[in-house]
T-cell receptor, first 116, second 111 residues
Framework: NAGVMQNPRHLVRRRGQEARLRCSPMKGHSHVYWYRQLPEEGLKFMVYLQKENIIDESGMPKERFSAEFPKEGPSILRIQQVVRGDSAAYFC??????????????FGNGTRLTVT | EDKVVQSPLSLVVHEGDTVTLNCSYEVTNFRSLLWYKQEKKAPTFLFMLTSSGIEKKSGRLSSILDKKELFSILNITATQTGDSAVYLCAAIIQGAQKLVFGQGTRLTINP
């Protein structure tokens, strides 16, 4: 059973361009979480989605960032008009149910975004 | 604001030494605490601790939670170079589907 799959692994964008990060959850999982890790820091929660619904986006910057998890296909984290401060590793995790405290989150390998 | 603090931020020891990593937390509606090991890629799960005073062990690694003093420790005995990594702890918030992470401890084991 494949784990959480993220692509691309590395993404380089110039300032002002758009970045699209994709996350395919584990088979049978309908809950997806995005976290961002700045250099030398821990992971910071960004957004929690179920299929076709954003449940908690309290960690998302108010502008330029959006996330979706359509009925079909992977979850997408989109960053418009990227700036250097967006350079980070973006991790996705998935779970089969909403109660994350019953089982730990398992993360994908992340997308490392570099903005030049 | 919910907060998780790890110490030390960085630790360098020799192979064979024993290390203790610390994690303290101040969160509302605390449920459980998780430890992860992060090498170059995804954080990989080590332990989930929910009850106070019960040690969890996996080989040379062990961890315990103190819910009265609001901290956890991760012990690694007879360290090996393969233990070199960043160790992250995270608090699970009851009723909220998110983890609050500490900043991590970078552990380096020298041969």
């Amino acid at each position: 059973n494949a784990g959480v799959m993220q692509n691309p692994r590395h993404l380089v964008r110039r300032r002002g361009q758009e970045a699209r990060l994709r996350c395919s959850p584990m088979k049978g999982h309908s809950h997806v979480y995005w976290y961002r890790q700045l250099p030398e820091e821990g992971l910071k929660f960004m957004v929690y989605l179920q299929k076709e619904n954003i449940i908690d986006e309290s960690g998302m910057p108010k502008e330029r960032f959006s996330a979706e998890f359509p009925k079909e296909g992977p979850s997408i984290l989109r960053i418009q008009q990227v700036v250097r401060g967006d350079s980070a590793a973006y991790f996705c995790a998935s779970s089969p149910m909403a109660e994350t405290y019953n089982s730990p989150l398992h993360f994908g390998n992340g997308t490392r975004l570099t903005v030049t | 604001e919910d907060k998780v603090v790890q110490s030390p931020l960085s630790l360098v020891v020799h192979e064979g030494d024993t290390v203790t990593l610390n994690c303290s937390y101040e969160v509302t509606n605390f449920r459980s605490l998780l430890w992860y090991k992060q090498e170059k890629k995804a954080p990989t799960f080590l332990f989930m601790l929910t009850s106070s005073g019960i040690e969890k062990k996996s080989g040379r690694l062990s961890s315990i939670l103190d819910k009265k003093e609001l901290f956890s420790i991760l012990n690694i005995t007879a360290t090996q170079t393969g233990d070199s990594a960043v160790y992250l702890c995270a608090a699970i918030i009851q009723g909220a589907q998110k983890l609050v992470f500490g900043q991590g401890t970078r552990l380096t084991i020298n041969p």
